[in-house]
Every structure is written in C-alpha cells, then in structure tokens.
C-alpha cells in the first residue's frame, strides 16, 4: 500500500488549503485514516482521524477550522484547513491504520508541507 499527500503549500494567516491523500489500493481495507503533523522540534501529534464507519476525531486545537473527510471511490482521504494559524505550520503526515489479528499495521505517507505566514 502506497498514500501519497499533496496539497500543502505557503499560505497566509487566515487562508485555507485542502490536504489530499491517495491511496494504491481500497481505503475500505483501512480502520481508519488520519492526518498527523510535525512541527520544527517538536513530536509528530494526530490532527484529525476518520474511521471506516465514518466517524470522526480532531485534535482540540483544530476543532471548527479542520475537517477531515474521504472518498471511498477516489481513494482519497482529504483534510480541509480554513481559518490557518502560524502555529499550524508543521509537515502534515497521511497515516493508514489496519487492525490485524493480534495487532495492526500503520501506512505513512511522505508529507506535505504546510507554512502558515503571520
């Protein structure tokens, strides 16, 4: 399984970018997929998650701004960013997770940057 991210790019305060990540094969055969980000020093956090029922989870700090969403036909998992801060600058990682008998497996993207100009 292959996710590629695109979408990212230089923005400024209070604009908006839309995430896209497309994946090789069937997103049914995924739980859940996510959109995770990395800021300079600091850890990679969730940022929002979608599970295959639909259901949805966002970080506190993007509630109201954020959506994630996918489309089962294209493949593709999306997040939709309005109302962007400075401190939204980060990489934004495309994560796949896969719950297997004892355990489970998580597919990454490579990352699409983010730059958030104040």
């Known amino acids: 399984v292959q996710l590629q991210a695109c979408g990212g790019g230089l923005v400024q305060a209070g604009g908006s970018l839309r995430l896209s990540c497309s994946a090789s094969?069937?997103?049914?055969?995924?739980?859940?997929m996510a959109w995770y980000r990395q800021a300079p020093g600091k850890q990679c956090d969730l940022v929002a998650d979608?599970?295959?029922?639909?259901?949805?989870n966002y970080a506190d700090s993007v509630k109201g701004r954020f959506t994630i969403s996918r489309d089962n036909v294209k493949k593709t998992v999306y997040l939709q960013m309005n109302s962007l801060k400075f401190e939204d600058t980060a990489v934004y990682y495309c994560?796949?997770?896969?719950?297997?008998?004892?355990?489970?497996?998580?597919?990454w993207g490579q990352g699409t940057l983010v730059t958030v100009s104040s």
């Open positions: 994560n796949a997770h896969r719950l297997l008998p004892g355990g489970s497996r998580d597919y």
């Open positions: 094969g069937s997103i049914f055969s995924f739980n859940a």
């Open positions: 979608i599970a295959i029922g639909g259901g949805t």
